[in-house]
């Protein structure tokens, strides 16, 4: 089983500033097999990046993912209002399984 | 449009049964595997299960945390996917989401339903 963790647990930042977060993997995840999710209250997760660093349908650019290998990292340029929520890594390889989140919070 | 609408969650015992659906529409939804995935009050994403498709043999895998309680199936003619829990406990209390895709899927898990609520308490 590969377990994801990720950091930091809360990344606290203003509108505008750039959040750089961190998914580590205690084995190899191939890269095709990596994704990341954001999910906000009261709402399901929705799709942001697969493959690691392609984005998915109607994902803005300010969103972009990168790595390989055991760590992977979700940048989001500048960070608008509605950007802050719960993000999720996953690797979907061999029973899939998530990361615990990283909470982007107004600061 | 592209959707997934779960039903079936609600209130039940320890120790019984529930069966929940996700009805998808707007995809040929036979090409595609099928996961489902919960979320307890509070706390992050648990992946259940998926069912691949008929042309990946249909087969299941399953979280150890659910592996000889919860079953899932799928009826292509009618673009259901159904997750049968059985022998619940209290720690299955969550809201269960049916999403599109499985393992080595390409694109990921990347359509997901609204959720239901599955509350397992006497």
């Known amino acids: 089983e590969i377990v994801l963790t990720q950091s930091p647990g809360t990344l606290s930042l203003s509108p505008g500033e750039r959040a750089t977060l961190s998914c580590r993997a205690s084995q190899s995840v191939s890269s095709s097999y990596l994704a990341w999710y954001q999910q906000k209250p009261g709402q399901a997760p929705r799709l942001l990046i697969y493959?690691?660093?392609s984005r998915a349908t109607g994902i803005p650019d300010r969103f972009s993912g990168s790595g390989s290998g055991t760590d992977f990292t979700l940048t989001i340029s500048r960070l608008e209002p509605e950007d802050f929520a719960v993000y999720y890594c996953q690797q979907y390889g061999s029973s899939p399984s998530f990361g615990p989140g990283t909470k982007v919070d107004i600061k | 449009e592209v959707q997934l609408v779960e039903s079936g969650g609600g209130l039940v015992q320890p120790g019984r049964s529930l069966r929940l659906s996700c009805t998808a529409s707007g995809f040929t939804f036979g090409d595609y595997a099928m996961s489902w995935v919960r979320q307890a009050p509070g706390k992050g994403l648990e992946w259940v299960g998926f069912?691949?498709?008929?042309?990946?043999?249909?087969?299941?895998e399953y979280a150890a945390s659910v592996k000889g309680r919860f079953t899932i199936s799928r009826d292509d003619s009618k673009s259901i996917a159904y997750l049968q829990m059985n022998s619940l406990k209290t720690e299955d209390t969550a809201v269960y989401y049916c999403?599109?895709?499985?393992?080595?899927?390409?694109?990921?898990?990347?359509?997901w339903g609204q959720g239901t609520t599955v509350t397992v308490s006497s």
């Open positions: 069912i691949r498709s008929k042309a990946y043999g249909g087969t299941t």
């Open positions: 999403t599109r895709g499985g393992d080595y899927s390409y694109y990921g898990m990347d359509v």
């Open positions: 493959g690691a660093s």
